[in-house]
């Protein structure tokens, strides 16, 4: 008699338990649905202007480094023209008469020397026009006078994470 209860309290305890499942299906309500989306779209939101502050600042570094590298191009020109090792232009201090000749090179004793591989794209405007002063143009000149390369700065109008202009760097 014993053993009967046991049997019968087992079947009430697993014909309860198939009657639970029913009242809980499995799967995700509406509401649990809506809230995860929220939360997705508050995260996403919040991602947004962060990602947008690392692109301008990878692209500022990258313009750092761009006309960092370009004024080493000019000045190892500038010192190879002051110790005579090739022919300089009259007029032109020694700088060279524009960015295509760092690029092409000058012949020194029989042999091409070369400043720079190409002429960096500007990662401010997207294009490769630097905007040039020579020795002969005002220091806050936005123009150039054409006489020669005495340095480089992006034309982009923009403003620096750290409150600077781009032309001014």
């Given at each position: ?79 190879l ?30 042999k ?26 005002d ?28 032309a001014?760097?």
């Open positions: 008699m014993q053993s009967f209860l046991r049997i019968s309290h087992s079947r009430r305890l697993h014909t309860q338990s198939r009657v639970e499942r029913r009242r809980h299906p499995a799967g995700v309500t509406l509401i649990e649905l809506i809230i995860a989306i929220t939360i997705l779209l508050i995260l996403t939101g919040a991602a947004i202007p962060i990602v947008r502050v690392q692109i301008k600042r990878e692209k500022e570094v990258e313009l750092r480094r761009d006309l960092w590298e370009m004024r080493d191009a000019i000045d190892r020109y500038k010192d023209a002051d110790r005579n090792a090739f022919q300089i232009k009259v007029g032109s201090e020694g700088y060279p008469p524009d960015l295509e000749t760092l690029v092409k090179g000058v012949d020194s004793q029989g091409k020397i070369r400043f720079l591989r190409r002429v960096p794209i500007d990662p401010m405007t997207g294009k490769d026009d630097w905007g040039l002063r020579s020795m002969q143009d220091p806050q000149s936005t123009s150039w006078g054409g006489q020669n390369i005495f340095d480089v700065f992006t034309k982009s109008t923009g403003t620096a994470l750290d409150g600077t202009k781009y001014d760097w």
